[in-house]
């Protein structure tokens, strides 16, 4: 059974386009401006500080008065107090990653929180469901930076045929085109990371949009598959590094897993910040080979809302079926 | 540029759903109940003699007179001599897997043959479309068996901006909803492998159909991917096996890629026909978690074709856009 309530009643928004939070990226130019654009701008707190958090939610406040949401990363030891911060500073949307939110819903139901809970299988699903989230959204392994292992085209058919809640789909989804397929799956709303990281608002580095924009299919690989921790990112000679460390990790220990992920989590800043996105982590989803050019978000939404209307008007003939039975 | 001329035109069919040639599953029975449902039965000839090739499309012959294509191999040591049988037979669509077709392309031409290779990449697309390939089958990483590393969701809205000739999807397509997607991302067709199996016509032993129901997204694993040949499968006691010996050979060794290639390549038969599914191997594509229940194939495809004409009936809003340069 469908819930009736579109996504864009749930959070208020003119369209079901929610932007991916990204860590040590979506801050508030980047969200604000989205939010402005009638999408979902989602700040993304990743390592933060509680106060950090509050002071980004302030600046996202002053640059637009539409609805926006928080990104919270389980891991962050900070996990609990960024909630109180939500709370205080009247977000109420709560968008919640890498890892299982389950310990932290009683405080969301009992404050109300509208929380949307990034899933990578069936089974985290169902369960986010059951526990209060308002939608999930479905993350296929073709999303970049932490990854599961299921795609865009399996997960979604696979959670929209049993959950009621609306699903937003994620992973691979840059085009209007591949949002009325999305929905045509099942999906209610669409998120859409790696397509941002090329906003003129977003603040990273000039090469990391210029290495998303140079990158071909062959340029997104996974790394840390090996020890069970994947990560999407654009090949360089960190991410070949990083795969001789797994095998010498795997052949006899002569390094860590501790090691490999100290080098990851400083390299993504490394690329944000410095530009250095030989050395550093270019996270990227694999969508980013049709990805061609820089825009503002306004253009970015325009361009994804056309190419979705141009879609509606397309009418595909119907088929009549073949006899059963008749043999 | 699209060629105006459609799927089902140019290759005589009345729905361009293409059966997803499987090697050792893919007999005349599945391949001519296929084609007597309206689509195209594609026939395995995978690491066949060219004269079992030639008795097993007499056989389909005789059990249908709606075209039917044949899969060849790449790698089988036969293959030029099967083309011959091929031709001299009038099969004239072809459908290349698991390898580089190219240098078959002048027998093909000089022939006319209907050359459809399978690819998982932009460049391998690109090559075969100059070559002369009739159209491509664009496989994403979620199919069974032999995979790339590119999902569907990504590698067809690459492929379909930049090709001309008829761009068919694979890998996670299953119902009409998932063809409707394919569609949407610039397809004109589709395969389908995974949910063939469970075609009753499809002669593979109960225990393996019965695995396939019972999957869950969890359930599909890639094997082979530490030694660079990747293979999509259901997890049982093979797969865990053939995981650990990857770990020694990367470790010390102590196994050869031979040993491990042979583990597989007996393994599926043994799935199929003696119905071992913990020591066999059981090819899948991930969408085999949302496959329910065995239908004829005549069933599978109305489901699919009333699926699609329920897409084209829904009518989705049209989006007023965001004013541009408006804040």
């Not at 308002?134 to 292992?149: C, F, L, R, T």
């Not at 306004?298 to 509606?312: D, G, P, V």
């Amino acid at each position: 059974m469908r819930n009736k309530q579109t996504l864009e009643s749930i959070l208020k928004i003119n369209y079901p386009i929610l932007q991916g939070a990204m860590a040590n990226i979506s801050d508030s130019s980047l969200v604000s401006a989205v939010s402005e654009a009638g999408g979902l701008g989602i700040l993304a707190s990743g390592n933060m500080k509680p106060e950090e958090v509050r002071e980004e939610i302030r600046k996202t406040k002053s640059k637009t008065s539409y609805p926006f949401g928080v990104n919270i990363i389980i891991s962050n030891k900070f996990c609990d107090q960024i909630i109180d911060v939500l709370h205080e500073e009247k977000v109420d949307i709560v968008i919640t990653g890498n890892g299982d939110p389950g310990k932290f819903f009683p405080k969301f139901n009992a404050w109300n929180m509208k929380v949307i809970p990034v899933v990578s299988s069936y089974m985290m699903a169902k369960r986010m469901e059951k526990l209060g989230a308002i939608a999930v959204i479905a993350e296929g392994m073709e999303a970049g930076g932490h990854i599961g292992s299921i795609t865009t085209m399996c997960l979604l058919p696979n959670i929209t045929k049993d959950i009621s809640i609306p699903v937003i789909a994620a992973g691979g989804i840059a085009s209007g085109y591949s949002m009325m397929a999305a929905f045509n799956l099942g999906a209610q709303g669409v998120q859409i990371g790696t397509r941002f990281l090329l906003a003129k608002e977003c603040n990273i580095h000039t090469n990391y949009k210029k290495r998303v924009i140079d990158s071909n299919d062959f340029d997104s690989v996974v790394i840390k598959n090996m020890i069970n921790k994947p990560i999407r990112s654009l090949r360089n000679k960190l991410t070949n590094l990083i795969g001789r460390l797994e095998l010498e990790y795997l052949k006899n220990r002569s390094t860590s897993i501790e090691d490999i992920d100290l080098k990851t989590i400083n390299a993504l800043s490394n690329a944000v910040k410095n530009g250095d996105v030989q050395n550093g982590l270019v996270m990227a989803g694999q969508i980013s080979a049709v990805l061609t050019k820089e825009e503002t978000c306004k253009e970015i939404m325009c361009s994804i809302l056309n190419e979705w209307n141009s879609c509606t008007e397309k009418t595909y003939s119907k088929y009549d079926l073949p006899q059963v039975g008749n043999t």
